[in-house]
């Protein structure tokens, strides 16, 4: 029977060393990296705190006057954010790229285990069978005495346990390594996403400081000339408005209610990310709302205030306070009914859209981004809830960087110019645009 205990022994003290000691090497490694992560973490904490005093200062900066100075001074501090915010992505795509390295020497840890867990049980179930070709009812009619008759069955009870407690470790082992496997999965899905805003961060970057360099170049960095620049988008805009008003009225389309979601029903997305809305929530006091509106849809103090820019009939959408090169977002899933650029229309630029979106969704409503710095999507095209379509700008009539979100039935919205209307010959005439009949202007904040 010494023999049995031996190898009984061996067993249990093998086999419970193979599977329940960690390996040094990959213990160490392991540690390596969790000390490169928690580094991490630390550089995280303290560019998030310089993101938030760069935040303070545009809120200070957004309650002064319009000056040419405060814009520049505004887009230079947007452009040091997006450098920090680009820090921020480039050390949570190292820390997930960590993560990734930390898990898979977890899961080639688990894999060896298993295998040598494996290994150890059919060795041993080999040589016990091989040692003991007895029976265990042969032992005990054979047994000497009675005590050795219990020892063969503690024996074999004490073996068939460690068996079983070795095999349930075994399949905590294979739980374990399915949760990594999925982990790293995540964890790489996750990567692609950062990468991805890194790309759209460094085109925010570019946006931004295009702007900049053409307004500097608009004004020869002079007050002056950036007032009187204000002065001829005003009026631009005022000769514009009328023309549209003009076709507007004249539009012979019937916009039936019943073909329109519910108000109220919230079938419409907000379109910028769920960061940006979130980080609106802590500006409040700046925007004296939790949205970053800035203007809203009809007749606003702004618009009964500036009369000669809205006709005294009000906005016809919201209008959004977003940096320049912030990612827009498609507010549903629908077709790119159109794209557009204004200012590339003689006579038109600053007086209108600038560039613009407008999405067709299967609903009856269509939604209009405008003021875009970049078009991302094209003609036809279908997307989806929450795809970038563009980054945010202040193209066209826009004294300052925003999105100017619509909502239009549908059924009362073209795609026309207005010298298609009535050959008309000045201003916008032959700029490309989403023109609706009064009806068909919706307040986007009924479907938010």
């Known amino acids: 029977m010494m023999r049995t205990e031996f190898l009984l022994f061996l067993f249990i003290l093998a086999f419970g060393l193979l599977l329940g000691t960690p390996r040094y090497a990959l213990a160490d490694a392991a540690s390596d990296i969790q000390a490169q992560i928690n580094v991490n973490k630390q550089q995280l904490s303290a560019l998030e705190a310089e993101i938030a005093i760069f935040q303070q200062q545009l809120n200070e900066l957004s309650k002064k006057k319009n000056t040419l100075q405060s814009t520049i001074s505004s887009l230079t501090l947007s452009q040091q954010q997006l450098a920090t915010q680009i820090k921020i992505t480039q050390n949570k795509i190292v820390s997930a790229n960590l993560k990734i390295k930390e898990l898979s020497l977890s899961i080639s840890d688990k894999e060896s285990s298993i295998t040598v867990g494996q290994e150890a049980i059919t060795k041993m179930l080999r040589t016990v069978a091989a040692d003991e070709r007895e029976s265990l009812i042969t032992k005990l009619i054979s047994s000497s005495s009675l005590g050795e ?62 702007t900049q360099q053409q307004l500097l170049s608009q004004t020869k960095n002079q007050e002056s000339n950036y ?37 109220g029903s919230g079938v419409l997305s907000w379109p910028m990310s769920t960061a940006f809305m979130n980080n609106c929530m802590q500006r409040k006091n700046v925007f004296g709302n939790l949205f970053c509106i800035t203007q809203y849809f009809g007749n606003t103090p702004f618009s009964t205030a ?40 003689a006579g038109c630029m600053n007086g209108s859209f600038g560039k613009w979106v407008m999405i067709q969704h299967y609903n009856g409503l269509n939604t209009m981004y405008a003021h875009l710095s970049t078009i991302d999507v094209s003609k036809g095209q279908t997307v989806g809830t929450g795809q970038t379509i563009g980054l945010s700008g202040m193209t066209g009539y826009a004294t300052g960087p925003h999105l100017h979100f619509g909502v239009y039935a549908t059924e009362g919205t073209k795609i026309m110019t207005l010298r298609q209307d009535r050959g008309s010959k000045k201003g916008c005439a032959d700029a490309m645009m989403p023109v609706a009949t009064l009806t068909a202007y919706l307040n986007p904040l009924s479907y938010l």
């Open 149 to 210: 008759a219990w020892e063969a069955v503690d024996q074999t009870i004490l073996f068939n346990r460690a068996l079983a407690n070795n095999i349930d470790r075994l399949r905590t082992i294979r739980t374990e390594l399915a949760t990594n496997r999925d982990q790293v999965t995540a964890t790489k899905a996750t990567l692609v996403a950062l990468q991805n805003d890194l790309t759209l961060q460094k085109r925010s970057v570019d946006a931004s400081k295009a």
């Open 227 to 263: 007032q009187k620049l204000i002065a001829q988008k005003q009026a631009a805009e005022k000769a514009f408005e009328q023309e549209l008003r003009d076709l507007q009225s004249r539009l012979d389309i019937i916009v039936n209610p019943n073909l329109l979601p519910k108000v």
């Open 306 to 345: 500036n009369p000669q820019i809205y006709n005294n009939r009000g906005h016809n959408a919201i209008d959004f306070g977003t940096p320049i090169g912030t990612p827009i977002q498609a507010s549903l899933s629908g077709v790119i009914l159109a794209t557009g650029d204004t200012d590339s229309t």
